[in-house]
């Protein structure tokens, strides 16, 4: 069934999620008296309060939210290609950048036990040894 109105797909919107009308006020980033407006049916939003909602929300057809036209949500297959093109991290990428953190971390273990062999080595200078010559003075 089409929506024609923008106060009736307001409505299917409030129900579908379930949230007071406040909440759905907050989601189109507008104040309550103004969607009581859309509500009545005495004004429509802008095209940017609507792009605002269907950004924040790309399960919800935006064509439909504008003219009511097709369905009130996205398909599957349009939502996970949208969700494959917006890729959050490089996977190549993350896999460089740990294999140069795993190769510092490396150097850094080496490091530490290059320090710890050098501290169990006995020092000559730190101790003074005894020689017959200095036992012959007392």
Same mark, same amino acid.
């Given at each position: 069934m089409k929506l024609s109105k923008f106060s009736e797909r307001l409505v299917a919107l409030q129900q579908f999620y379930k949230i007071k009308w406040e909440d759905l006020a907050k989601d189109f980033d507008t104040s309550g008296s103004t969607l009581s407006s859309w509500r009545s049916g005495r004004t429509n939003p802008t095209f940017g309060?609507?792009?605002?909602?269907?950004?924040?929300?790309?399960?919800?057809?935006?064509?439909?939210?504008?003219? /009511?036209?097709?369905?009130?949500? #996205?398909?599957?297959? *349009?939502? @996970? =290609? $949208?969700?494959? &093109?917006?890729?959050?991290?490089?996977?190549?990428?993350?896999?460089?950048?740990?294999?140069?953190?795993? /190769?510092?971390?490396?150097?850094? #273990?080496?490091?530490? *036990?290059? @320090? =710890? $062999?050098?501290? &169990?080595?006995?020092?000559?200078?730190?101790?003074?040894t005894l020689s017959r010559s200095n036992t012959n003075k007392f």
């Open positions: 309060l609507v792009s605002f909602f269907a950004k924040k929300h790309p399960e919800i057809n935006a064509k439909w939210l504008l003219t /009511g036209d097709g369905e009130m949500l #996205e398909t599957s297959q *349009e939502i @996970i =290609k $949208e969700l494959n &093109e917006t890729k959050l991290i490089d996977e190549t990428e993350l896999k460089k950048e740990i294999q140069k953190i795993w /190769g510092k971390l490396q150097q850094i #273990e080496n490091q530490l *036990e290059s @320090i =710890k $062999e050098r501290q &169990e080595e006995p020092s000559t200078t730190d101790s003074p």
